[in-house]
């Protein structure tokens, strides 16, 4: 069974720092794209950043290009989430996912994955 673990949310001041991770199993990790996607209150889930594990391509959505990055260690079967200049617009529940494919269909889709972790909360003050 696959099982996604997503953890490091919490709260932060604006211009601070966050790192997510999401450790998966019960899967071939280097066969995988791996993503985070978001959802803010009263909003639609949207891709944030995915990354593709055997080649390290990735998508990244405009709106965190500079400010977030994604990496995968593939030896712990884990992908990390780095969140930098965090803004209040950052606020939202994060949640990793995975699924075969192409990083740019899985990615730019919000439900197109087949597998999702539970959420961890952001919360970015002003």
């Known amino acids: 069974e696959v099982q996604l673990q997503a953890s490091g949310g919490g709260l932060v001041q604006a211009g601070g720092s966050l790192r997510l991770s999401c450790t998966a199993s019960g899967l071939i990790f280097s066969d995988y794209v791996i993503g985070w996607f978001r959802q803010a209150p009263g909003k639609e889930r949207e891709g944030v950043l995915c990354i593709r594990t055997r080649d390290g391509s990735t998508y990244t959505t405009d709106s965190v290009k500079g400010r977030f990055t994604i990496s995968s260690d593939n030896a712990q079967k884990t992908v990390y989430l780095q969140m930098n200049n965090q803004q209040p617009e950052d606020t939202a529940t994060y949640y990793c996912?995975?699924?075969?494919?192409?990083?740019?269909?899985?990615?730019?889709?919000?439900?197109?994955?087949?597998?999702w972790g539970q959420g961890t909360q952001v919360t970015v003050s002003s």
């Open positions: 996912a995975a699924d075969y494919g192409r990083v740019e269909r899985l990615c730019a889709s919000s439900n197109a994955m087949d597998y």
